[in-house]
């Protein structure tokens, strides 16, 4: 399966979308079984009892509590706008902000961060300059305090397109942040899988998309591939990717190759799958990485495939380093639930 393609079908009834690019699974997004608010998610709440020495608050939601970290200046009983930020561990309350983002195709619109900003991935200068006049334009008029930025799927979209989105997004974070009358109350729904992959996998724009296709492109059994900690990597060595209740544990093993240049080849080829591995299974948090030896000479030549690996990434992520005892590690935001947690007991 030859250049980038988008399918949209259904795992266990539930919508599911995958981007594949050249015959790789890139990404992988499956609705959850549960009732549980989805990232980006938007809630009237009510400001409960401030959590000292956890730097956050607690606040009502309708379905239970959120737990909020930017606390300067709010009482118990006020109310807010917040949005879920990730998945809640079994046992937490949901992770929630003040710090907004309407988010669609070619448009995130922040509210109490003034500004225009255009993706620097859009390079031309001359298309810059015309987005830049487009959205002061669209923008023109509405309150000062909210903010734009142009996604990178702007440069391959019309002007009016374009400027559809902002109004859109624009009408809709003016709307949602003036309510705050009433008890805790959902306002905007989080967006679900194909929703997502509509929104979010448009640069570049696919070169297909095709519906119930997960069986006849091989999806299904990429899937499963995800289902067990190995994976294989070029020249005969692997990784486990293992997560465990503390952390997400990854081992790198050269296999059959004893060469000299055996460890570094396959600690570089781990380094540059791994951000995909870990966003396809739905791990965050701290990861402890266990690469084959290698001499500590060459752990700077691995630091900067790590850095050119997790830039393109997505998620939040902090590269600590080294360990004294030549372990790596780091830690990657939780943005959804894992994969295992997902799928169940379903193949």
Same mark, same amino acid.
């Not at 608050?57 to 118990?76: C, H, M, N, W, Y």
């Not at 400027?163 to 009408?171: F, G, L, P, S, V």
């Not at 900690?229 to 486990?240: K, S, T």
């Given at each position: 399966?030859? =250049?980038?393609?988008?399918?949209?079908?259904?795992?266990?009834?539930?919508?599911?979308?995958?981007?594949?690019?050249?015959?790789?699974?890139?990404?992988?997004?499956?609705? +959850?079984?549960?009732?549980?608010?989805?990232?980006? $998610?938007?809630?009237?709440?009510?400001?409960?009892?401030?959590?000292?020495?956890?730097?956050?608050?607690?606040?009502?939601? /309708?379905?239970?509590?959120?737990?909020?970290?930017?606390?300067?200046?709010?009482? /118990?009983?006020?109310?807010?706008?917040?949005?879920?930020?990730?998945?809640?561990? +079994?046992?937490?309350?949901?992770?929630?902000?003040?710090?907004?983002?309407?988010?669609?195709?070619? $448009?995130?619109?922040?509210?109490?961060?003034?500004?225009?900003?255009?993706?620097?991935?859009?390079?031309?200068?001359?298309?810059?300059?015309?987005?830049?006049?487009?959205?002061?334009?669209?923008?023109?008029?509405?309150?000062?305090?909210?903010?734009?930025?142009?996604?990178?799927?702007?440069?391959?979209?019309?002007?009016?397109?374009?400027?559809?989105?902002?109004?859109?997004?624009?009408?809709?974070?003016?709307?949602?942040?003036?309510?705050?009358?009433?008890?805790?109350?959902?306002? *905007?729904?989080?967006?679900?899988?194909?929703?997502?992959?509509?929104?979010?996998?448009?640069?570049? +724009?696919?070169?297909?998309?095709?519906?119930?296709?997960?069986?006849?492109?091989?999806?299904?059994?990429?899937?499963?591939?995800?289902?067990?900690?190995?994976?294989?990597?070029?020249? =005969?060595?692997?990784?486990?990717?293992?997560?465990?209740?503390?952390?997400?544990? *990854?081992?790198?093993?050269?296999?059959?190759?004893?060469? +000299?240049?055996?460890?570094?080849? *396959?600690?570089?080829?781990?380094?540059?799958?791994? /951000?995909?591995?870990?966003?396809?299974?739905?791990?965050?948090?701290?990861?402890?990485?266990?690469?084959? /030896?290698?001499?500590?000479?060459?752990?700077?030549?691995?630091?900067?495939?790590?850095?050119?690996?997790?830039?393109?990434?997505?998620?939040?992520?902090?590269?600590? =380093?080294?360990? =004294?005892?030549?372990?790596?590690?780091?830690?990657?935001?939780?943005?959804?639930?894992?994969?295992?947690?997902?799928?169940?007991?379903?193949?």
């Amino acid at each position: 399966m030859k =250049g980038r393609v988008v399918l949209l079908d259904q795992i266990d009834n539930r919508p599911a979308a995958a981007l594949v690019v050249d015959g790789v699974l890139e990404e992988l997004l499956i609705d +959850p079984a549960t009732d549980a608010p989805l990232p980006g $998610a938007i809630y009237r709440a009510v400001a409960d009892r401030p959590m000292k020495g956890m730097g956050g608050l607690f606040v009502k939601l /309708p379905e239970g509590s959120g737990f909020l970290r930017q606390t300067d200046g709010i009482a /118990p009983g006020q109310r807010l706008i917040v949005q879920v930020t990730g998945p809640a561990e +079994p046992g937490k309350a949901i992770p929630v902000t003040t710090r907004l983002l309407f988010k669609s195709r070619h $448009a995130i619109v922040t509210p109490g961060a003034p500004g225009l900003n255009i993706s620097r991935r859009i390079k031309d200068e001359s298309v810059r300059a015309d987005l830049d006049t487009l959205a002061r334009a669209a923008m023109e008029g509405g309150p000062p305090e909210l903010g734009l930025i142009l996604r990178s799927a702007a440069l391959y979209a019309e002007a009016d397109e374009i400027a559809d989105d902002i109004t859109a997004m624009a009408e809709l974070a003016q709307a949602v942040t003036s309510d705050l009358m009433g008890g805790p109350e959902l306002l *905007v729904e989080g967006a679900g899988a194909q929703e997502t992959a509509w929104r979010d996998w448009a640069d570049p +724009p696919p070169d297909d998309v095709v519906e119930g296709a997960f069986a006849d492109h091989g999806v299904l059994e990429m899937i499963e591939a995800l289902r067990t900690p190995r994976v294989d990597l070029p020249g =005969g060595g692997h990784m486990m990717v293992e997560p465990t209740r503390a952390l997400v544990a *990854v081992d790198v093993n050269t296999g059959p190759d004893t060469t +000299p240049a055996a460890s570094l080849k *396959v600690n570089i080829a781990a380094a540059r799958d791994l /951000p995909r591995q870990l966003r396809l299974r739905g791990l965050g948090g701290q990861v402890v990485i266990d690469f084959a /030896p290698m001499p500590k000479r060459d752990r700077a030549i691995l630091d900067q495939v790590m850095r050119a690996a997790f830039k393109t990434d997505g998620a939040e992520t902090n590269l600590a =380093g080294w360990t =004294g005892l030549g372990l790596y590690e780091m830690t990657r935001k939780r943005d959804r639930l894992p994969l295992a947690e997902v799928l169940g007991g379903q193949a």
